[in-house]
């Protein structure tokens, strides 16, 4: 457990992929046609990361990939994270070559900054203290709820959260979120919870 930080120092997102390929048998020709929607993801990786000219080195990011028979995890550390560019390519390509290693109950490293294991969504909580946020469509708006802080916020893809996520969340004491009053896809709302979280100077 030595990759856990202060959670108050730390923003960490958790985006659950519902159909997301857990083997590297995609193309990265077609990446949304071959793997799942994995370009979703690949979307908010890059909205979690990357600045005009730069990297955020606060962040983290858990992908959750169930379109497998196990369900298996990637852990983007963007303090040692090395390689990743603003394409969804070659984002792909480093998730590719993660998925490509043998995964067993601990992290794996595959690339400098890039981890995989086998587990799910509850696997993730267990590892993330702090305070939990869930983005929905229908959550409290979170410029009325007082300031946000750094913590662990948590999306689902375009099929959203399953019955059984959303009871976990609840189980966690999540707070139910929401960045306006628009329905907006998951990489555009990590960029405001983003800049909710400079504005505050949070995290």
Known sequence: ?????????????????????????????????????????????????????????????????????????????????????????????????????????????STPGISVCLGGLPKVLDQLPGILYYLREDGADLRLEGPISGGTFVLGDHLGMTEAEEQLLQSRKARVISVGPLSLHADHCIILIQSELDRVGQG
């Open 1 to 109: 457990m030595g990759w856990l930080r202060d959670p108050l120092a730390m923003r960490d997102f958790v985006v659950v992929g519902h159909l997301a390929k857990t083997t590297p048998d995609f193309l990265l020709e077609d990446i949304p046609g071959t793997s799942g929607r994995m370009d979703i993801l690949c979307r908010c990786i890059n909205s979690a990361f990357f600045l005009s000219h730069g990297l955020r080195r606060d962040v983290r990011c858990f992908l959750v990939l169930k379109g497998g028979e196990n369900s298996k995890l990637i852990r983007i550390d963007g303090e040692s994270v090395r390689h990743l560019n603003p394409d969804e390519r070659t984002t792909a390509a480093l998730i590719r070559k993660a998925l490509a290693i043998e995964s067993g109950s601990e992290w794996t490293q």
